[in-house]
């Protein structure tokens, strides 16, 4: 069997997966507009220098029928540098009381902003133009 076909044929496999995944990520932030809402607490506020990451990471606490549940939150990250940090750390001081958006079918699966982020399509775009280049070389390029 030629390697370039059975290669070609993984690209557009994981393409595929890369789009179902990418769709996903889209519906669940369709979804959490729809969410219940609770007061929660911010616990800890972490900005991205601290972990070496792109993103801050705001901890916080809610209840939901009377359970005590811990979530993270991860800030987008609109403007690179300390202009982003600020702004998220002015959004989430510790100790702020501020709502929280909850699964009611899995409550622990919860977050301060519902509604997909700006770069949701990224993932779901890019699977679509990976399957669609590897089935125009699978086609046309053997």
Not at 8 to 36: E, S
């Amino acid at each position: 069997m030629n390697p370039y076909i059975v290669l070609l044929g993984l690209f557009v496999v994981a393409g595929i997966a890369v789009t179902f995944w990418g769709w996903r990520i889209m519906v669940k932030g369709r979804d959490t507009k729809a969410w219940p809402s609770v007061e929660g607490v911010v616990e800890t506020f972490t900005p991205a220098s601290e972990l070496g990451t792109e993103q801050a990471q705001v901890h916080f606490t809610y209840q939901v029928n009377g359970e005590t549940l811990k979530g993270v939150y991860l800030c987008p990250n609109e403007t690179p540098g300390p202009v982003a940090v600020s702004d998220s750390a002015k959004n989430y001081p510790v100790g702020a009381k501020v709502p929280v958006f909850y699964n009611p079918e899995k409550a622990t699966d919860a977050t301060l902003e519902p509604g997909g982020k700006r770069d949701d399509w990224f993932v779901f775009a890019a699977g679509i133009v990976a399957t669609l280049f590897g089935t125009l070389l699978l086609l046309f390029g053997t």
